[in-house]
C-alpha cells in the first residue's frame, strides 16, 4: 500500500493555533499540481456545499461532489477499482469508516496537521481515516413521564424498569451498531448480549424508523426514552416547522453514563482513497476541514461537536450543556461491530 506523506512540519504551537492554508509550506506546489478533487460523501447537508466552495474560493481547487449512501459508495469505489476517480470518501459514521477500511479502500495519511488537531481516540492509528465532527448518543425522554433523575446509564435502560417504554431503532442501523460495539469493549458479550436482551423486552413497539422518528414516538408518548444521535433533537429544536419544534419542546435530553466512562460518541470522518488521482490535494482539504472556521461550519450546519478542541458548537447545541464524552478509541469499534449485529441478532433485536 503507498503511503502518502506531507513533509509539512509545522510546530506544535504553530500546529495547534488556528491552522489556515497559509501556513501550509508546500501549499503553492500543491495548488499548482491540483485543480479538482472528487469528494465522495454521504452526508446531505447544503451547508457543507458552502463550506466546499470557500474551499474552492481559497485555492483554486474544485470540489467535485458525488452524493449517495455509505455503502452504496464504498461498493461503488470497490467497482471502479484502480480507475476510481475518486480521492476522498466522506461518511456518516464510523462503521462505514471501519467497513471501507476492511476492504481495503484507504491509503495511510501522515500529517502532522491532521494528527495535532484531532485527538488520537477519533482517527485511525495509520492514518487510514479522521474524524472530522462528533456526534453523541444521547437520551430523549417525555418531559411530562419521566423524571430525568431516573436516568443514569445504557446500561440501566436494560432493567425491568423501562419495560415497554423504549422507542429504538432496528439492528441494522449503524448508530446501534456502534453504540453495542462500544458495550462490547467495556463488558464483553456475554453481557452485552444481556443487554441487548434487556433493550428488547423494554420495548414500546417493535423497531421502526430512524432517530427523529423515536423522538417522536417519545414525544407522542408512544414511548418513554429513546436513544438518539444529539444533532436530531438539535434539528427538531431549529426547525422552520412548527410541529417539529413542538416535538423538540415535549422532550428532555440527557448524557447517560456521566458517572463513569461518559455518553458514546461516534465521528463523521474520511479517508483518502488508494486509488486517488489527486492525493495532496485532498490531504489539503482533510486538513481544511480542521481548521477552526471550516470545524465551526462543518459542525454547525447539521449541529454536530467540532473534533477539534475550542471551536465552538452552535447555540443549540451549546444548550444541551458540557458532558463527558467516551474517550474509547473508535478504531477498536470497527472490529466488534460484526459481532455486535450478531448479539443483537441473537437477542431479537429486529
Ligand atoms: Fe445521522
Redesign the pocket.
Known amino acids: 500500500m503507498k503511503s502518502i506523506t506531507r513533509r509539512v512540519f509545522l510546530g506544535t504551537a504553530a500546529a495547534t493555533a488556528a491552522v489556515t492554508l497559509g501556513q501550509f509550506g508546500r501549499r503553492e506546489k500543491v495548488l499548482a499540481q491540483t485543480q479538482e478533487i472528487n469528494l465522495y460523501s454521504s452526508r446531505h447537508y447544503n451547508t457543507d456545499n458552502i463550506l466546499y466552495q470557500n474551499f474552492t474560493q481559497e485555492t483554486g481547487i474544485k470540489v467535485n461532489l458525488i452524493e449517495a449512501g455509505g455503502d452504496e459508495l464504498i461498493e461503488r469505489i470497490k467497482s471502479e477499482g484502480a480507475n476510481s476517480p475518486a480521492d476522498i470518501l466522506l461518511t456518516?459514521?464510523v462503521a462505514r469508516l471501519s467497513r471501507a477500511n476492511q476492504e481495503g479502500l484507504f491509503a495511510p495519511v501522515s500529517s502532522p496537521i491532521l494528527t495535532e488537531r484531532i485527538p488520537a481516540n477519533l482517527r485511525h492509528s495509520e492514518g487510514h481515516w479522521f474524524g472530522l465532527s462528533k456526534?453523541a448518543r444521547v437520551l430523549v425522554y417525555n418531559k411530562q413521564k419521566v423524571n430525568p433523575n431516573e436516568l443514569s446509564t445504557y446500561e440501566d435502560l436494560a432493567n425491568p424498569q423501562w419495560k415497554g417504554r423504549l422507542a429504538v431503532r432496528s439492528s441494522d442501523n449503524t448508530?446501534n451498531q456502534s453504540l453495542v460495539a462500544s458495550l462490547i469493549a467495556v463488558h464483553g458479550e456475554e453481557k452485552t448480549l444481556e443487554w441487548c436482551k434487556g433493550i428488547v423486552a423494554n420495548m414500546a413497539r417493535p423497531p421502526q424508523g430512524?432517530?427523529t422518528a423515536q423522538i417522536e414516538a417519545v414525544a407522542a408518548g408512544i414511548a418513554d426514552v429513546a436513544m438518539t444521535?444529539h444533532?436530531?433533537v438539535a434539528n427538531l429544536g431549529v426547525s422552520d416547522e412548527a410541529a417539529k419544534r413542538q416535538v423538540f419542546e415535549a422532550v428532555g435530553l440527557f448524557f447517560p453514563n456521566q458517572g463513569d466512562r461518559g455518553t458514546h460518541v461516534n465521528v463523521?470522518g474520511a479517508g483518502l482513497i488508494k486509488t486517488a488521482p489527486n492525493p495532496e490535494g485532498a490531504i489539503l482539504f482533510l486538513e481544511y476541514l480542521t481548521s477552526d472556521s471550516a470545524q465551526k461550519f462543518f459542525a454547525e450546519g447539521?449541529n454536530e461537536y467540532p473534533v477539534v478542541e475550542g471551536v465552538p458548537v452552535s447555540p443549540i447545541v451549546a444548550g444541551f450543556g458540557e458532558f463527558k464524552s467516551d474517550l474509547a478509541n473508535l478504531q477498536q469499534f470497527g472490529d466488534l461491530l460484526p459481532r455486535g449485529v450478531l448479539l443483537m441478532d441473537r437477542a431479537g433485536w429486529q
Do not use: H, L, M
Open positions: 456518516v459514521d456526534r448508530y430512524n432517530d444521535n444533532y436530531y463523521s447539521n
